[in-house]
C-alpha cells in the first residue's frame, strides 16, 4: 500500500527529445519543491542509474525500474500499444492502473501516450473521451484551454463534459473557485455558431449545472482572460493554440530586431532589461508546460517534448496539483450534478448523455 502522507509519481525515464537526462534532472527539482513526493523512474537502468545518483534530493526518494523498451517519436500509436507491457511509457502508466503510483508524466510521443493511457487507465465513470488540457499567460492571470487535439470533431455532449472537466482543473491548478466557462465559437452573440454550440450552451445553461457559463467567446477574448476555462473541439484548439505559440514567437522575433537597429535602441534595452526579464518570466513556456488528458480514470500529465528539466519539473508540479486536488473524484461528483441538472438518472444514462462518442 501507499503512503498516505507521499505521492508516488510514475515517470517515462526514456520519453522526450533530451531523455533520459532532462527527465533525471527535472524529477530532482520537483523533489526539492514537492517533498511529499516519491518517484517511480522506468526506463533503461543502466543509463538512469549513474544520473540519478548524481542528484541531490531525488535520489533518496527514486525507485528505478528497468524498461526494456522506448516509445519513440516516431512509433505511431498502434506500435506504442504493442509495446505496452514492455516500455518505459507503458509500464509507468501501469503503475498507475495498478495503484502502485498516484500519477504518470510523459514527455514521450502524444499520441502514443494517449492511446496507452485510455487503454491502460481506461476512463471516468460517466466519460467516453479524454480531452487534452493545457494552461497559458492572459491579461488576467492563467486560462486553461481544452480540446488541444484529442478529439477532432466533437457534439454537443462531449463539449458539455469537457467544460466540466476543465471547470476542475482550473480549480486545481490554477486554484480558482469558481471558474468561468466559455464555448469558443465565431461570435459572442446567443444565435452564433453551428447547432452543436448552441446546444452544448443550453446545457451548460441548465439550472443546477456545476458549470460557471459565460457563454460564447471568440478567439481574441483567450488573450483577453475573459473566462478562466475556454472549451472547444481538438482541430479547432490545436489550430487556436499553435496560432497563439506562433504570434507569440514572431512577436519575440520583432521585439529582438527592434533593439538591435541602433546603437540607441541597445542602450534602451539595456536601461529597461529588469522589465525584460519580468516580462520573459511571465510567457515563460516551461511554467506553462503540462498538458493534461482529463477523463481518465487515473492522472496521466503530458510534458512538451522539446522541454528542459526545468519545465518537466513544472509538469510534475501539475500532476501533484491534481492528485492533491483528488481530481478524478471531483471530476466525478460535478459530472454528476450535471446529470441532475440535466434530469438524468443513473451512471449509465450519463454515459449516454454526457460524453456520447
Sequence with gaps: MRDPGKIVIALDGMGGDRAPDMVVRGADIARQRYPEATFLLFGDQARLKPLVDKTRWLKSACEIVDAPDVVTNDDKPTAALRKRKSSSMGLAIEAVADGKAACVVSAGN??????TSTVGLRMLPGVRRPALCTFLPTMRGETAMLDLGANIQ???NN?????????????????IDA???GLLNVGAEEGKGNEILRDAAAMLRAEGSPVVFHGFVEGNDIGDGLVDVVVTDGFTGNVALKTIEGTAKVYTGFV???????????LGYLLA???????RQRVDPRRYNGGVFLGLNGVCV????????LGFAYAAGVAVDLVKYHFSDKVVEELER????LGEGSATAAGEAVGTA
Excluded: I, Y
Excluded at 476543465?166 to 486545481?172: P, T
Excluded at 532589461?273 to 516580462?279: C, D, G, Y
Design 273 to 279: 532589461s529588469s522589465a525584460w526579464k519580468k516580462l
Design 110 to 115: 502524444t499520441g502514443a501516450l494517449l492511446a
Design 154 to 156: 466533437c457534439d454537443a
Design 179 to 181: 471558474p468561468t466557462v
Design 256 to 266: 529582438r530586431q527592434a533593439f538591435n537597429t541602433s546603437t540607441l535602441a541597445k
Design 338 to 341: 450535471l446529470r441532475q441538472a
Design 302 to 309: 503530458k510534458s512538451h517534448g522539446g522541454t528542459d528539466e
Design 159 to 175: 463539449l458539455v463534459e469537457f467544460a466540466v472537466m476543465g471547470s476542475v482543473f482550473a480549480k486545481s491548478v490554477l486554484g
